[in-house]
């Protein structure tokens, strides 16, 4: 027959309290994340430069002149089943660089999808 002692039984018993205790902590931290997916893409669109054969080409922006021009597109996607009610997303480019115009659209919006 097995024998079983004190020692060993209350073992058991605290590693079974102590393993429930910590996965239940960690579903609850686990619940309050959410893993989203997102693409980028940076497309360039004009450059300023001194060409040989073209000349001296500017590109300017509202009248602003600028070396490069970019139109960067960032796609998220919250696949999961939770709602994110109080998103909040910064965008943010180096100190050599400009943002000159942002916008954002919420695809499954009503005021998107006319």
């Given amino acids: 027959m097995l024998e079983i002692n004190q020692k060993d039984l209350l073992t058991s018993i605290i590693a079974l309290l102590l393993g429930g205790f910590l996965t239940h902590i960690f579903n609850k931290y686990k619940e309050r994340l959410t893993i989203l997916r997102y693409t980028v893409w940076h497309n360039k669109i004009?450059?300023?430069?001194?060409?040989?054969?073209?000349g001296s080409i500017q590109v300017t922006y509202n009248g602003i002149q600028v070396p490069i021009l970019y139109y960067s597109s960032i796609?998220?996607?919250?696949?999961?089943?939770?709602?994110?009610?109080?998103?909040?997303?910064?965008?943010?480019?180096?100190?050599?660089?400009?943002?000159?115009?942002?916008?954002?659209?919420?695809?499954?919006?009503?005021?998107?999808?006319?």
């Fill in 46 to 54: 004009a450059f300023s430069m001194e060409d040989q054969v073209f």
């Fill in 75 to 114: 796609h998220i996607y919250n696949e999961s089943n939770r709602d994110l009610d109080k998103f909040i997303l910064n965008i943010v480019c180096d100190d050599s660089s400009k943002m000159l115009i942002t916008h954002g659209a919420n695809k499954s919006s009503s005021r998107f999808n006319q």
